[in-house]
T-cell receptor, first 112, second 115 residues
Framework: DQQVKQNSPSLSVQEGRISILNCDYTNSMFDYFLWYKKYPAEGPTFLISISSIKDKNEDGRFTVFLNKSAKHLSLHIVPSQPGDSAVYFCAASPSNDYKLSFGAGTTVTVRA | KAGVTQTPRYLIKTRGQQVTLSCSPISGHRSVSWYQQTPGQGLQFLFEYFSETQRNKGNFPGRFSGRQFSNSRSEMNVSTLELGDSALYLC??????????????FGPGTRLTVT
């Protein structure tokens, strides 16, 4: 069963605007969350993470928000750039376990 | 520093055969994890090795197995291949288990096609 869900398989956004990617999880044991970015023919690369003791983590143009009560997290990319066009995966794990559960991914296309 | 390398990059096998995939982690990394990526399913965790010991295993049948060598290199084996095993197999390495402190670095993957 899919414990991490990314319900939007794709997202198209204008360059310079905000991209918002959403992720929902069902396992209440998850307390560490990550976003990965993947280009074709490459492995995923780590983007940003957040632990459950926080509700927001920011790194440059990337901000992750966590709503534990709703079991929901989101990734904001501001401003979106053409190089951000990629597949974005949400992942989660209990912090004392090393088994990441991934969502199915959201393909982001940034239009010039 | 060289990244995670996986060999071969592409592989075509026939149903019923077996296959072995190889992963060389980043120098100094001792933890290696394997994932299967299929369209619409995201990445599914297969197993994780640290110091030659399997520490974690995902929900895959026993046809999927792996091992880790003393130099941290890892192999995974799939026996009696099925059409549904066609996927991208990704390996990730980390300095040590424990997500809070150590990030996983992924290799480019091995694309396995079963016909």
């Amino acid at each position: 069963d899919q414990q991490v869900k990314q319900n939007s398989p794709s997202l198209s956004v204008q360059e310079g605007r905000i991209s918002i990617l959403n992720c929902d999880y069902t396992n209440s044991m998850f307390d560490y969350f990550l976003w990965y970015k993947k280009y074709p023919a490459e492995g995923p690369t780590f983007l940003i993470s957040i632990s459950s003791i926080k509700d927001k983590n920011e790194d440059g143009r990337f901000t992750v928000f966590l709503n534990k009560s709703a079991k929901h997290l989101s990734l904001h990319i501001v401003p979106s750039q053409p190089g951000d066009s990629a597949v974005y995966f949400c992942a989660a794990s209990p912090s004392n376990d090393y088994k990441l559960s991934f969502g199915a991914g959201t393909t982001v296309t940034v239009r010039a | 520093k060289a990244g995670v390398t996986q060999t071969p990059r592409y592989l075509i096998k026939t149903r019923g055969q077996q296959v072995t995939l190889s992963c060389s982690p980043i120098s100094g990394h001792r933890s290696v994890s394997w994932y299967q990526q299929t369209p619409g399913q995201g990445l599914q965790f297969l197993f994780e090795y640290f110091s030659e010991t399997q520490r974690n295993k995902g929900n895959f049948p026993g046809r999927f197995s792996g091992r880790q060598f003393s130099n941290s290199r890892s192999e995974m084996n799939v026996s009696t291949l099925e059409l549904g095993d066609s996927a991208l197999y990704l390996c990730a390495s980390s300095l040590s288990p424990g997500l809070a402190e150590y990030e996983q670095y992924f290799g480019p993957g091995t694309r396995l096609t079963v016909t």
